[in-house]
């Protein structure tokens, strides 16, 4: 499944987990991404996206 709004296109970021000693390694942040039905369509869309489109209809 991808990781990507396909309303904004947001996807994942690249960030860095840290250790007790301060080591950094890479790991990646992903968005938080929901399948919705909108206007009959099946859509992957981030939460982010989720609350906008909520605030527009209302």
């Given amino acids: 499944m991808s ?3 396909q309303v904004c296109g947001r ?3 690249a960030s860095q987990s840290r250790s007790h000693s301060n080591i ?3 790991r990646k942040q992903f968005i ?3 399948t ?3 206007d009959g369509e099946k ?3 981030c939460t982010k996206c989720i609350k ?3 605030k527009d209809n209302s």
Avoid: E, L, M, P
């Fill in 3 to 5: 990781k990507i709004c």
């Fill in 24 to 26: 950094a390694t890479k």
């Fill in 52 to 54: 906008t489109t909520a």
């Fill in 36 to 38: 919705k039905h909108i």
């Fill in 32 to 34: 938080n991404v929901q």
């Fill in 11 to 13: 996807g994942t970021r």
């Fill in 43 to 45: 859509i992957k869309i």
